[in-house]
């Protein structure tokens, strides 16, 4: 089965200069062919097994190459590909990762179907961690910490926020203290510092979104003392939230764009029928998005392989809503059960 191509650049083995090859993703195997006159040349030039392998995502060993994707195979053959944005290049890293982990359920999946799942209390908001994490009394203090012999300020170790967020109650285990602490990153509350989280960030390895250990490093970013201006709030008018909340919760959704996923929490209200959702980072009781459920289509998406028009490595539980506009939203929920719900309670809203 086919699951992804393109054309990237490939460091030959023997004499090291690069070469454009046509690479295809299918199952566990990367294979690769000569690349001519805009056109791949069969039959492939050689295939990479990613079973065993290990990525580093970005590769920092070429200063004037950094969309490089390092492939290290159970033989300790390396392979160096090179894409030409950093978009396509995280993108190939994050569907090689899925390939490689893909007949090892274990932690990458248990923390990606924690991640999708992830429940947050609704009276405490990202920011409000933050900011305790910021309390110069109760919270994390940075200092200066070193890491491959240069030294990083105002920085702070892995596992103490793991041990923070446990101490202050934000998370019941290590494994949801560090998906919390992915889901600060990605909404640019906190950042990688150094070579090693950097890269971990940037891996598509969902068990190292964030490293609970001693040597990875991160700090505050500094996005997060910004405050939301009134520019950017969306125009909402007041008939439209005035309905009957009739369910609400948190479920991962697609975004339209960027095509990756986010944990929102969705309100479902009734007279008027809208469906909005919330980012868990925005202190005020704001939605980010929303629509009308009047004509609108809600179905499931079969679990057996990704869907068309359905990114990234996905755990199931999918559902559909199609509005009148014929917007396509892909959500995903944290089981069958309550993807179910969903589904009824939209659907006496239609």
């Known amino acids: 089965m086919q699951c992804s191509l393109a054309s990237l650049n490939r460091r030959g083995h023997i004499v090291h200069n690069w070469k454009a090859r046509w690479?295809?993703?299918?199952?566990?195997?990367?294979?690769?062919?000569k690349f001519e006159g805009g056109r791949k040349v069969t039959p492939p030039k050689g295939r990479i097994l990613l079973d065993g392998c290990t990525i580093t995502c970005p590769c920092l060993e070429y200063e004037n190459r950094p969309l490089l994707i390092k492939l290290k195979t159970q033989t300790s053959t390396e392979y160096f590909l090179e894409a030409c944005s950093r978009e396509e290049r995280d993108a190939w890293a994050f569907e090689i990762t899925g390939a490689i982990h893909a007949g090892q359920p274990g932690k990458v999946q248990q923390l990606h179907l924690l991640k999708n799942s992830f429940k947050l209390p609704p009276h405490i908001s990202l920011h409000r961690i933050v900011d305790k994490m910021r309390d110069s009394s109760c919270g994390i203090r940075p200092s200066p910490n070193m890491e491959?012999?240069?030294?990083?300020?105002?920085?702070?170790?892995?596992?103490?926020?793991?041990?923070?967020?446990?101490?202050?109650?934000?998370?019941?285990?290590?494994?949801?203290?560090?998906?919390?602490?992915?889901?600060?990153?990605e909404e640019n509350f906190l950042r990688p510092v150094g070579t090693r989280s950097m890269g971990a960030i940037r891996s598509g390895d969902l068990s190292e979104q964030f490293l609970d250990d001693s040597t990875a490093l991160y700090t505050f970013a500094e996005s997060c003392k910004k405050k939301i201006s009134p520019k950017e709030e969306i125009s909402l008018s007041t008939m439209e939230l005035s309905g009957t909340v009739v369910k609400q919760g948190y479920l991962a959704k697609q975004g339209h764009k960027r095509k990756n996923w986010k944990v929102r929490r969705f309100v479902l209200r009734k007279d008027p029928a809208f469906l909005h959702y919330y980012d868990p980072s925005k202190e005020e009781n704001r939605p980010v998005g929303g629509f009308s459920l009047r004509g609108s289509l809600v179905s499931a998406l079969e679990d057996n392989g990704v869907p068309t028009g359905v990114k990234g490595n996905v755990q199931g539980n999918l559902f559909k809503v199609i509005t009148k506009d014929d917007i396509h939203y892909y959500i995903q929920a944290s089981s069958k059960a309550e993807r179910s719900e969903w589904i009824e309670a939209i659907k006496k809203l239609t």
């Open 23 to 33: 690479f295809i993703l299918r199952q566990n195997t990367l294979l690769y062919y």
């Open 148 to 185: 491959q012999g240069s030294t990083y300020k105002k920085t702070f170790i892995g596992s103490s926020l793991v041990d923070w967020l446990l101490s202050n109650g934000f998370a019941a285990s290590r494994l949801e203290a560090v998906t919390l602490a992915s889901v600060l990153m």
